[in-house]
């Protein structure tokens, strides 16, 4: 027993030498790593990425970064700068343009003069000296300040605070999976991703405020409230999105679409549409989100159901959703404005939103619209649709590369010529006589038929050209063209062809 316990001892007196190493090799690691360097890297990486963008390039600025326990780091103050894109400064340009022709025509009319236009001086606001310059600066720069929020403004994300870090379990057996909390927009998301290999996708979303995301308000225009609450969680087989079992549930608590303020599509300001509860439930197999529920009941009763087939890149994801929603009549005799948009209820006028074609061809029988939604999640489209049954509508096919026609192989029968196909149908013309000397040749031919004819020859060949006139070369002619003594062939007498 006594050898024992003194075998146990020298033991523990190797291994902690050792693991005190360890332990001291990991705290001052932790502490002495240059965590400003790798945030400095982190925003060089991610700019390295937008250089291609131009004017649309996006920014991204770190306040502090620093280690999360032993695998993971923590940031915090991040902010994610989205440039205005080209169609919202061809609005913005639009509509300034519309302003100044409005302008001129009210100063051509002489309902207004050029000094109440440009907000003119107030006869009750005190006037400032020349000398007051500080005031005149801060006046300068309160103007400049309103041009500049006339125009469109930058999108900012900001992220109060964020850690990940590498699970270390997962890593045993060969996963590398990341394991994430975010707390912005007045609420928290946490999860985990898989980085590298199989492994699973679980995110949940809890009370996160949707009015404090810019992002949301740029995507429909106008801007959406309520609560967002949510769950996704799938599986993802073979290491495959597209071949993923799970499930999807999200809730928004108080929605509200609209302020009353926002254009909608930058033409007309709408009075906001309370949703009341919006619910959406979907359940994926074998890589197809099949969405059961979206329902939503207030200003506009809201149905629908559809799929989505995901794909690796989740914008690419294809869409098939089939929507119908109808406006409350309280809503659409909320005011005049509703009224003339939307039309009043039981009036045969129709109203301004059913002058669009696909609208129009959209409405039903019970004042609803019907609406498919399908092709990617990046640049989703829409088509009337009319019918009950989801899937009866017809989206237009994508056209799809042809394949190209393999050489039909020649029969075993036939007398094949690799070079018979090649080969024209009409046969080709005979090369022209080359230039040469026109004059000499032409005579030469002349003075054969003519001595033919003179021999009385039954075959000789009648030549067009012995009656044509022979026109005169210009200039002396050449020893080609001189006089030739041509030979008898039966012995008669030779003949000298004279010169013309």
Not at 200 to 228: E, M, T
Not at 234 to 260: C, P, Q, W
Not at 466 to 482: H, I, M, R
């Amino acid at each position: 027993m006594g050898s024992l316990k003194r075998r146990l001892l020298s033991v523990l007196r190797y291994a902690v030498y050792p693991a005190f190493y360890l332990l001291c090799l990991l705290v001052f690691f932790y502490l002495t790593f240059p965590w400003e360097r790798l945030k400095e890297r982190l925003v060089a990486e991610f700019a390295a990425t937008q250089t291609t963008k131009g004017a649309e390039a996006q920014r991204l600025e770190i306040g502090t970064l620093t280690g999360y326990w032993v695998t993971g780091i923590e940031i915090e103050n991040a902010k994610l700068i989205i440039p205005p894109s080209a169609e919202e400064l061809a609005a913005a340009d639009l509509a300034a343009r519309t302003s100044a022709n409005d302008a001129l025509k009210e100063i051509a009319s002489g309902s207004k003069s050029l000094d109440e236009l440009d907000g003119g001086s107030d006869p009750d606001k005190p006037k400032k000296s020349a000398d007051d310059k500080d005031a005149n600066e801060k006046d300068a720069d309160d103007e400049e300040g309103e041009k500049v929020a006339r125009g469109p403004k930058e999108t900012v994300l900001l992220i109060e605070r964020a850690t990940a870090r590498l699970q270390l379990l997962p890593l045993l057996i060969g996963r590398v999976q990341l394991k994430f909390d975010v707390e912005a927009f007045g609420g928290e998301i946490h999860g985990s991703v898989p980085v590298k290999g199989t492994g699973n996708v679980n995110i949940a979303v809890d009370h996160i405020d949707l009015a404090q995301i810019p992002l949301v308000k740029k995507a429909l225009s106008i801007p959406l409230r309520g609560i967002l609450t949510g769950e996704l969680s799938l599986s993802r087989e073979e290491g495959k999105l597209s071949k993923s079992v799970g499930s999807l549930n999200v809730t928004i608590d108080d929605a509200v679409l609209g302020d009353g303020k926002s254009k909608l599509a930058n033409m007309i300001t709408l009075p906001a549409a309370k949703l009341g509860k919006l619910e959406i439930t979907a359940a994926a197999e074998k890589g197809l989100l099949k969405i059961s529920k979206l329902s939503a009941s207030g200003d506009v009763e809201l149905s629908g159901e559809g799929s989505v087939k995901l794909k690796e890149k989740w914008r690419s994801s294809v869409l098939d959703l089939f929507v119908r929603f109808k406006l409350a009549d309280e809503y659409r005799n909320k005011d005049d404005k509703t009224k003339l948009i939307f039309g009043e209820p039981g009036s045969k006028i129709p109203g301004m939103i059913d002058s669009q074609p696909k609208i129009k061809r959209a409405k039903r029988d019970d004042d609803s619209y019907g609406l498919h939604l399908y092709g990617s999640l990046k640049t989703p489209k829409y088509e009337p649709w009319t019918s009950d049954e989801a899937g009866s509508a017809t989206p237009k096919k994508v056209k799809e590369p042809k394949e190209p026609k393999e050489p039909k192989e020649p029969s075993d029968d036939k007398v094949t010529d690799p070079f018979k196909r090649s080969r024209p149908k009409t046969s080709p013309k005979p090369p022209s006589r080359p230039m040469g000397t026109p004059g000499a040749e032409r005579r030469n031919d002349a003075a054969d038929a003519r001595r033919r004819r003179e021999q009385g020859a039954e075959d000789a060949p009648s030549d067009p050209l012995a009656d044509v006139p022979l026109q005169e070369p210009e200039g002396p002619p050449t020893e080609e063209e001189a006089p030739q003594e041509v030979p008898a062939d039966d012995g008669a007498p030779q003949e000298e062809v004279p010169a013309p």
